[in-house]
């Protein structure tokens, strides 16, 4: 409807056939299947065919996503800095009203992050997002949205469709004939820090959108492990070994499944590196023990050969773990389900791979091992009965559960 209006408005006739809305999209299929037990079930075919779909169809439009166009008015940096310039990301838009996140490639596979760069000024990687993805699948967590590997044509793909003037402004033509575009911004967004095609294709993540929020409106809420975003200083867990008492006395940790949530996202994020987990979403939908969003995960995978140990602060000072995450973390410690032969079995399924290197994969397995050392030490301290929360596997969530069509 916004597309016809805008071609009325400039008065451009079109060939092209209207778009139909199709019940049977992979898209909307997705947003059907949500529950309160994650995005998707379990050996869904839907997600299948989502990934297929996100890696083929074309692309109708191109444009910068919200929090970019934020940056473009006042920004607030006192919490958060985002770099906007280097972390180019971008709302594809294709033929069915399917809807994604395009992250470009800014950092090889072969690189780790250098030792002197902050976490909250480290790259994002279109690989993590990936990986990410597939390992959040892997631990039977199923709260990263679908990623997928995608080589895009920046010319026919991006230029070409968008209706967006700035962005279509940023696009330049680098001096070994890469076509190349940048973010526009207040800050470092200069031709320096764009990202290039060889010439056309680059390649980068897409991961589908989630429901509009308003069919299923969302929280934001600071995670209570929050790192702190300056040069100097430090947050209360990182001096205060007995902080998870503090939390323990607050709602809604003081009972309920969020802290073993946000247990469950620690261990999550420890595996993959990532310290820059400021904020988590919950769908408000599903109450205070729905399940927590693992969103923005290009910050992982930075660095294989150093594993940051005070992101699993929420296991190791609260001492509880669920039950099926340990079992699952036992059973991905076995010779024959090693999870670095998981992951990259898994991985081989994306047109990108391979996704991560040897080195990744095998920092996985160390990972694995160091939670498992943490939650024995938990047990020898405080006992199993006290340590392991005995959640029950419960049945997909009824129809009355579920994001209804008519909604």
């Not at 279109?126 to 949205?145: G, K």
């Not at 939390?247 to 247990?263: F, K």
């Amino acid at each position: 409807r916004r597309h016809k209006l805008y071609r009325e408005e400039l008065n451009l006739t079109s060939l092209e056939a209207p778009l139909l809305f199709r019940p049977e999209a992979s898209w909307l299929q997705f947003h059907l299947g949500i529950s309160r037990d994650g995005l998707y079930p379990r050996s869904s075919p839907t997600i299948d065919r989502l990934l297929r779909d996100m890696q083929d169809f074309p692309t109708i439009s191109a444009d910068y996503s919200q929090d970019e166009k934020a940056l473009l008015g006042a920004c607030d940096c006192s919490q958060i800095v985002k770099p906007s310039g280097v972390h180019l990301k971008l709302v594809l838009r294709f033929q069915d009203f399917g809807k994604a996140m395009f992250k470009p490639m800014r950092q090889k596979r072969e690189e780790e992050t250098p030792e002197d760069f902050f976490y909250f000024v480290d790259f994002q990687r279109h690989n993590a997002e990936i990986a990410a993805f597939h390992l959040d699948r892997i631990l039977d967590f199923r709260r990263v949205p679908p990623t997928v590997g995608r080589l895009i044509n920046v010319t026919k793909e991006i230029l070409e469709v968008t209706k967006n003037e700035i962005l279509q402004s940023v696009f330049f033509v680098s001096p070994a004939g890469n076509v190349c575009f940048f973010a526009k911004c207040p800050y470092m967004c200069k031709t320096e820090y764009a990202v290039c095609g060889n010439p056309h294709l680059l390649e980068g993540s897409l991961s589908a959108f989630l429901p509009s929020l308003n069919l299923a409106p969302r929280l934001s809420i600071p995670n209570p492990w929050i790192r702190s975003y300056s040069f100097d200083g430090k947050e209360e867990w990182e001096v205060n070994p007995l902080y998870c008492n503090t939390v323990r006395e607050i709602y809604p940790y003081s009972n309920g499944n969020r802290l073993l949530n946000i247990v469950d996202m620690a261990i999550f994020d420890f595996l993959i590196g990532n310290m820059d987990r400021h904020h988590y979403e919950m769908f408000t939908k599903f109450g205070d023990d729905g399940f927590l969003l693992h969103l923005d995960n290009a910050r992982g995978f930075g660095r294989h050969s150093h594993d940051e140990t005070s992101i699993l602060a929420p296991l190791s000072q609260c001492c509880i773990i669920k039950r099926t995450t340990l079992l699952r973390l036992r059973l991905l410690a076995e010779p024959e389900y090693r999870l670095s032969d998981v992951m990259r079995e898994s991985l081989l399924q994306d047109h990108l791979a391979p996704v991560l290197t040897e080195p990744h994969l095998l920092a996985l397995d160390r990972r694995l091992q160091l939670i498992l050392k943490a939650v024995g030490k938990c047990i020898d301290t405080y006992g199993e009965g006290k340590v392991v929360a005995n959640d029950t596997t419960r049945p997909e969530a009824p129809g009355s559960d579920r994001v209804k069509p008519t909604t």
